[in-house]
């Protein structure tokens, strides 16, 4: 499987829809940018909320709403909520470095604290309508936090593990601990999902070939700096996906098509102009990589206030 990672303000619905229109069926799944359990009520029809409502999601790709934070209630009352609306899994994240998320022992944040994250489990595991995945990194400060978290993990019936082999601290450079990940494989008694730095097919197949025990592998920046790489990694691993259908109804859409599309639709959001500039720019920054044209044209865009200015530049060099 290839799932879209959760990326807050990036792997959104618009992100989503946008992406399945143009690459039907590239990412079997996506996981949402992460739900806060403290916003609680479903009914506070909250952006975020509004992500994995399933009818603004008609048309998308599948999604598995992904949870942050470790209030047992909230938690509960969130991921059963969810489930209300159709949801038979969510995600609960145990990745996110952000440091005034991590501070309260949210996200990775809560990795050195194992009786922390088995008290949540104990708590929250038995309650739930849904099914559970989670998705960690290898610790906050440590690579070796991971250790104890393992066998914690191996106590509950789990959907999967995704793991992003860094440490909080790392945010998101710094090299991936591969020696790590094959170390703690086969300790996981969960289906494994591997996650960091596939942005080539190479690096898909890189990762394949390192630990063919693992099948599914989630991709997010990837797929930002080359929109195709899904179809990519697809149309050169035909054992892996031999799903033929699915690969002839997979249009070959260029970048420059996806991208406009998703501008597109940026347009037609209801929020400021002020706001739809800035979504557009920070889309730019990550998928003009996929576009041919010199770094400086690309500034230009960043550079620009003006709407009319912006699309007249995106349009110019999608052509
Ligand atoms: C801007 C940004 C936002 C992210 N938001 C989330 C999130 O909401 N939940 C989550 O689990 N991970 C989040 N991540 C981490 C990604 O899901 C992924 O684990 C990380 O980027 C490594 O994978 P990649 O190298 O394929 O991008 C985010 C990453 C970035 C760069």
């Given at each position: 499987m290839l799932i879209l990672a959760p990326m807050q303000g990036l792997t959104e619905l618009l992100f989503r829809k946008a992406f399945q229109r143009c690459y039907p069926g590239a990412f079997d799944c996506a996981i949402s940018p992460f739900l806060s359990i403290t916003h609680g009520n479903l009914k506070d029809a909250t952006i975020k909320v509004e992500d994995v409502l399933p009818e603004a999601n008609e048309g998308s790709m599948p999604v598995i709403p992904q949870l942050l934070g470790h209030e047992a209630e909230g938690f509960v009352e969130l991921a059963n909520r969810l489930n209300e609306l159709g949801y038979s899994e969510v995600n609960w994240n145990m990745g996110c470095p952000m440091r005034r998320v991590a501070a309260k022992h949210r996200g990775s944040g809560i990795l050195p604290y194992p009786d922390e994250v088995r008290s949540i489990l104990d708590s929250v595991v038995p309650r739930l309508k849904v099914a559970l995945s989670v998705k960690v990194r290898?610790?906050?400060?440590?690579?070796?936090?991971?250790?104890?978290?393992?066998?914690?993990?191996?106590?509950?019936?789990?959907?999967?593990?995704?793991?992003?082999?860094?440490?909080?601290?790392?945010?998101?450079?710094g090299q991936v601990f591969l020696e790590k990940f094959a170390q703690?494989?086969?300790?996981?008694?969960?289906?494994?999902?591997y996650n960091g730095d596939i942005c080539t097919p190479?690096?898909?197949?890189?990762i394949r070939t390192l630990f063919p025990e693992v099948k599914d592998v989630m991709i997010g920046r990837g797929a930002l700096y080359n929109p195709l790489l899904p179809m990519q990694i697809r149309a050169e691993s035909p054992d892996d996906f031999n799903d033929a259908e699915l690969s002839s109804q997979m249009q070959m859409t260029s970048a420059q098509v996806f991208i406009v599309s998703l501008v597109n639709d940026i347009l037609q959001m209801e929020v400021s102009n002020q706001a739809k500039i800035r979504k557009i720019k920070e889309y730019w920054c990550l998928l003009s990589k996929a576009l041919p044209g010199s770094e400086e044209r690309k500034r230009k865009v960043l550079h620009a206030?003006?709407?009319?200015?912006?699309?007249?530049?995106?349009?110019?060099?999608?052509?």
């Open positions: 290898l610790g906050y400060y440590s690579i070796d936090e991971i250790d104890a978290i393992i066998p914690i993990l191996n106590d509950y019936p789990l959907a999967s593990v995704t793991v992003h082999p860094r440490t909080g601290k790392q945010m998101y450079s703690i494989l086969p300790q996981i008694k969960h289906n494994v999902v190479y690096d898909y197949r890189r206030s003006d709407l009319d200015a912006i699309l007249r530049l995106i349009e110019d060099m999608a052509k």
